[in-house]
Each structure stands twice: as structure tokens, then as C-alpha cells.
């Protein structure tokens, strides 16, 4: 596609909820990123994927944090048991290695975000 | 601990007026660092800076680099009220061994017609 897209753009969830948020990257990206933005701070950074292999989840908050990409294509953001405090914006963003190779250091292009609102 | 910090966090001006936008930095392994901006939507990109001292230029906007003092300054001259959005700054460096972004606060710039 012509851009990064996420769906849903806004989830309200019930504390305890289960959600799955939906990233689809610049086709032909190889490196697939996740971040959460709280109200007034930057994006901070929770997983990263090169194709479908998961190289690093140190960002995670918890363990009902889950991320995959199995198809090395699309990914997902699963947060299970949703509590108030993840709520956020979530933004995916995708690129993809320059003339050196360098997977994952190139420039990082973003989705619009989904906005979880955890009542 | 990284960490990128932002000055000012907001600023008002009015259309016309010229803005700076500071950076500042400590990461190890540092790699590059970006500018974003963030209206409300996704941050698009603006500048990668690499290099000291070369100045990236477009339109109106420019950043520079200061790898030695740790630092980038955004700037913005002859702005409109469409320049106004939060600016991100971001420095990509190694962290728990692969290669990320980590984000400043940002500035929340409000030009005023």
C-alpha cells in the first residue's frame, strides 16, 4: 500500500477486555516496529520484527503483551486483561534496509496510530 | 540509562517569527538521529541527521547536528499556522542489542494567525 495503515483507529475496551490491534506495513518492508505513546509523551519503543522472526520484545510492559507477524507481512498487538493504564496510542512503523543493509536503522515510516481508551 | 530530552516542551508564535527547536542526547552507541512531526496523526518524517555539522535543508525547515555536545536544533523560519504540530526528535542507538528509536517528549509548537 501507499502507506502504513492500523485498524481499529480508536478501541474502547472494558477493564479485562482482550483487544487485537492490526498494523499493516509499506508492502515490501522487511522490519515491522511497535511503539505506545501515552497522552503528552513520545512514542516508546515495545517490539520489533524482521520478517516474521521477532527480535526484540524488551519494550513489552508485561506478559499480556503479545506481538506476531507470521507471515513476515502483517502484525498484531494483542494486550490481554486490559488494564486503565494501557491506554495509549499505539503506532506501528515499517521500514526497510538501505543501500547497506542495515535492517531495522533505516528510516521508520508511521501508521496513524489506534487509540485504546481502557474504561 | 538513554535518554533524549526536549526543550522548550511548547511554544506560542505568531506567523512569521522563526523557531528553534533543541535536541539533546546521551545513548550509547548512537547511530543517527530524527525529527518527526506529529500533528494529529501519524509523525511523518522530516530530517536524519548522521553527520556533524551538515546542515539538512527543506523549504523552511532545517536541522543540524552537534555529535560532539550531543545535541540537534530544529529550525523553522517564516512560519504558518500549518507548521503547527509537536516535533519529535528521535536518536536511534543499540539497546539490548538491536538497533532502535527512543523518543523525546517533544515540542508542542502553536503558530498563531
Known amino acids: 500500500g501507499a502507506g502504513v495503515s492500523q485498524s481499529p483507529r480508536y478501541k474502547v475496551a472494558k477493564r479485562g477486555q482482550d483487544v487485537a490491534l492490526r498494523c499493516d506495513p509499506i508492502?515490501?518492508?522487511?522490519?515491522l516496529f511497535w511503539y505506545q505513546q501515552a497522552l503528552g509523551q513520545g512514542p516508546e519503543f515495545l517490539t520489533y520484527?524482521?520478517?516474521?522472526?521477532?527480535?526484540?520484545k524488551s519494550g513489552l510492559p508485561s506478559d499480556r503483551f503479545f506481538a506476531e507477524r507470521p507471515e513476515g507481512s502483517v502484525s498484531t498487538l494483542k494486550i490481554q486483561r486490559t488494564q486503565q493504564e494501557d491506554s495509549a496510542v499505539y503506532l506501528c512503523?515499517?521500514?526497510?534496509?538501505?543501500?547497506?543493509?542495515?535492517?531495522?536503522?533505516?528510516?521508520?515510516?508511521f501508521g496513524p496510530g489506534t487509540r485504546l481508551t481502557v474504561l | 540509562e538513554d535518554k533524549v530530552v526536549q526543550s522548550p516542551l511548547s511554544l506560542v508564535v505568531h506567523e512569521g517569527d522563526t523557531v528553534t527547536l533543541n535536541c539533546s542526547y546521551e545513548?550509547?552507541?548512537?547511530?543517527?538521529l530524527l525529527w518527526y512531526k506529529q500533528e494529529k496523526k501519524a509523525p511523518t518524517f522530516l530530517f536524519m541527521l548522521?553527520?556533524?555539522?551538515i546542515e539538512k535543508k527543506s523549504g523552511r525547515l532545517s536541522s543540524i547536528l552537534d555529535k560532539k555536545e550531543l545535541f540537534s536544533i530544529l529550525n523553522i523560519t517564516a512560519t504558518q499556522t500549518g507548521d503547527s504540530a509537536v516535533y519529535l526528535c528521535?536518536?536511534?542507538?543499540?539497546?539490548?542489542?538491536?538497533?532502535?528509536?527512543?523518543f523525546g517528549t517533544g515540542t508542542r509548537l502553536k503558530v498563531l494567525a
Open positions: 512503523a515499517s521500514s526497510s534496509p538501505g543501500l547497506a543493509g542495515r535492517y531495522g536503522t533505516d528510516t521508520q515510516y
Open positions: 508492502s515490501g518492508h522487511v522490519s
Open positions: 520484527f524482521q520478517n516474521e522472526a521477532q527480535l526484540d
Open positions: 545513548v550509547t552507541n548512537f547511530r543517527s
Open positions: 548522521t553527520s556533524s555539522g
Open positions: 528521535a536518536v536511534e542507538a543499540k539497546t539490548s542489542g538491536t538497533y532502535k528509536y527512543i
